[in-house]
């Protein structure tokens, strides 16, 4: 099982070129997001999904674009990089069931913008 | 807004201790969900425990176990018989009813490390 699979791993952009972080999911997950992960302060949500065609911001949600297409794919854009966003994305997929449900990972996104 | 605390960056203990992981949190909800969420070196996070708050009987998951005292807010972890496997980073998250699974909030985490 594939699960949450995300590229590419690792990614060195220069500051204000533009990328996108891929994101794809096999579960037939309703519920798609995307987090950066940086020291000392835990996970923050990016933006998040509740299906296709349904898209919200998250906390911090400047400096970035979705769309959900399908169910399977979340694509993450940085449209002009900055050295902030410097962090490792994760994406997380999970079932519709109400809360309480299981968050699925992706093994994560290492980004550094000079 | 919701906010989870860790107050313990980091941790370390020898094998087969028993350990615990504090977190706190503050909501006005009184529906919603805590969870304990393992990031091992690899990276992959995955979940360890969770518990609802509508349920007095705290949640065990074969050596992991939760202290939930809702009146408190707070949500322990114990690691009971600690392996070299359990060292990872730590995770608290919160989930209220209003936002579902898409929208967790996090603490700041505790770096746990296990001796041999």
């Known amino acids: 099982n594939a699960g949450v699979t995300q590229t590419p791993k690792f990614q060195v952009l220069k500051t204000g070129q533009s990328m996108t972080l891929q994101c794809a999911q096999d579960m037939n997950h309703e519920y798609m997001s995307w987090y950066r992960q940086d020291p000392g302060m835990g996970l923050r949500l990016i933006h998040y999904?509740?299906?296709?065609?349904?898209?919200d911001q998250g906390e911090v949600p400047n400096g970035y674009n979705v769309s959900r297409s399908t169910t399977e794919d979340f694509p993450l854009r940085l449209l002009s990089a900055a050295p902030s966003q410097t962090s490792v994305y994760f994406c997380?997929?999970?079932?519709?069931?109400?809360?309480?449900?299981?968050?699925?990972f992706g093994e994560g996104s290492r980004l550094t913008v000079l | 807004a919701q906010t989870v605390t860790q107050s313990q960056p980091e941790m370390s203990v020898q094998e087969a201790e028993t350990v615990t992981l504090s977190c706190t949190y503050d909501t006005s909800e009184n529906n919603y969900y805590l969870f304990w969420y393992k990031q091992p070196p690899s990276r992959q996070m995955i979940l360890v425990i969770r518990?609802?708050?509508?349920?007095?009987q705290n949640a065990t998951e074969n050596r992991f176990s939760v202290n939930f005292q809702k009146a408190a807010k707070s949500f322990s972890l114990k690691i009971s018989d600690s392996q070299l496997g359990d060292t990872a980073m730590y995770f608290c998250?919160?989930?209220?009813?209003?936002?579902?699974?898409?929208?967790?909030?996090f603490g700041t985490g505790t770096r746990l490390t296990i001796i041999p």
């Open positions: 518990q609802e708050a509508y349920k007095q």
């Open positions: 997380a997929s999970s079932y519709s069931e109400g809360i309480g449900g299981e968050l699925f």
């Open positions: 999904s509740v299906g296709a065609g349904i898209t």
């Open positions: 998250a919160f989930a209220d009813s209003n936002f579902g699974n898409e929208k967790l909030t």
